[in-house]
């Protein structure tokens, strides 16, 4: 039994509470002892989780330390990881979903391309990425590591342009900043240890973890909906429903009335709950979901 056990990296920082919030969603209820814990506890005995920041997760997982995790196809890029990219883990309702390191420079530079850059000092956490996009473009430049407070950096003239994570621009905009170029795009990834991911038990308990998450990231944004509806107005309250194929409809103990069951964007709910009305329909439930498994 000792090799029935998937050592799983969750990433720790920005993403952790969302993580641990999908998981739990899916049917894993993951606990801390402490804030300062490393290693979670998990109501499932064929998982070890491991909490990592999500910068390191994919060194981790290609030494095989780790046989699986989550953590950003940028931190990816830049470590030049070789894992398994899964599936993508789209977290519908949390802030860090998809997101670019964009180039920047104050807005009275004057420098409207990387041309601009050459010979300039360049701040940014995403270092090998940075190089590389300026090695690729043939402008030589000074690129360094920054700890934090990248923004304030360039304000402050000790450096000249940075390389920062983005998802609206508003803070650097705010920052009297001006995107340049983009560099790269990420997204959450589920990824994987090669030989790991070819151990067959391994790799089936992975898909399955994946199934229920993503069931659960998908019902983020979906609601269920229950009413009662006369024969009469059936049509005209089906024709209103949008659905994932078709909603279920069945004949109540009264005759000549229907109830109808159907899933949808929750964004539509405000709208369409009076229209239904209005056509007919009655005693309308609106319910949260879970897991919607397509």
Known sequence: ?????????????????????????????????????????????????????????????QDGALDCGITGNDWILENGSDVVKITELMY???????????????????????????GKRIATELVNVTKDYFKKNKVKVDVE?????????????LVDAIVELTETGKSLRANRLVEIATLCESTTQFIANKDAYRNPWKKDKMEKIIVLLKGAIAAEEKVGL??????????????????LK???????????????????????????????KKAGAQGIIEYPLNKVIY
């Open 1 to 61: 039994m000792k090799n029935k056990v998937l050592k799983l990296g969750l990433p720790k920082g920005s993403l952790q509470e969302a993580t641990f919030r999908m998981f739990k969603k899916a049917g894993f209820n993951i606990s801390l002892s402490s804030e300062r814990s490393y290693f979670p506890s998990i109501d499932d005995s064929e998982i070890e989780p491991i909490l990592l920041r999500a910068q390191e997760m994919s060194r981790y997982v």
């Open 92 to 118: 519908a309702k949390q802030s860090l979903n998809k997101v670019r390191w964009v180039l920047a420079v104050p807005q009275e530079s004057g420098i409207k391309s990387i041309r601009g850059l050459a």
């Open 145 to 157: 590591f920054s700890w934090g407070a990248t923004e304030a950096k360039v304000a402050t003239g």
């Open 226 to 243: 229950k009413m009662n509806v006369r024969k009469t107005n059936l049509k005209k309250v089906i024709s209103k429903l949008p659905a």
């Open 246 to 276: 078709k909603p279920t409809i069945s004949g109540l103990s009264e005759d000549g009335w229907f109830a109808i069951e159907t899933v949808i964007d929750e964004r539509l709910v405000r709208v369409l709950i009076p229209e239904l």
